[in-house]
């Protein structure tokens, strides 16, 4: 199983908007609304930010949306903040009981 | 409140193998499964299989297949997961997660990570 992909890097300056992919395959990601995303800043444990592709767990502020397009999923950060910044990684049903996670994405905050 | 708490830091010689606990408490140990995540180095997350708690079915990363072994024990509420012939690439921090009760499908709570180091 591989992983998805993701870009390594993406960065925006504090208010703008981020968008985040991580592209599957249509065994996958493109198969199921099953994709969640983690933050995860250094030397933490990753947080879940998004679950089922665009539904974000409580406390989890609402500048979190998450969407899915046919193998690609995006998790997009609104009014960017200083406190974003960290490694986001998306993870996804895979079949067969299995899960593959993203490649990962380090965003930063100009 | 929910926790996990895992056991702690293990250096390792090529070849032994590393046996790590991860204690929940703060709900139903029974109701959720577990899987547990690695992370080496500077690199991302991979996930290395789920173990249900309720009866043992496990699956695990076709990648680690006959070297990893994911048990439970109900009555201490602890999960366990052995990594058996270590390799130098298997040094990374091991995360156990628990599954969610949302779809079942992603997780809401992990431990703090044990760093595992496989050196000779």
Redo the contacts between chains.
Sequence with gaps: QSALTQPASVSGSPGQSITISCTGTSSDVGSYNLVSWYQQHPGKAPKLVIYEGSKRPSGVSNRFSGSKSGNTASLTISGLQAEDEADYYCYSYAGSNTYVFGTGTKVTVL | QVQLVQSGTEVKKPGASVKVSCKASGYTFTSYDI?W?RQAPGQ????MG?ISAYNGNT?Y??NLQGRVTMTTDTSTSTAYMELRSLRSDDTAVY?C?KI?G??G????Y????TPVTVSS
């Excluded at chain 2, 991302?44 to 996930?47: A, R, S, T, V």
């Excluded at chain 2, 992990?110 to 990570?113: D, E, L, S």
């Design positions: 899987s995540v991302g997350l991979e996930w789920w699956n990363a076709q995360y997660a969610s949302y779809s499908n992603e997780f809401d992990w431990g703090q990570g």
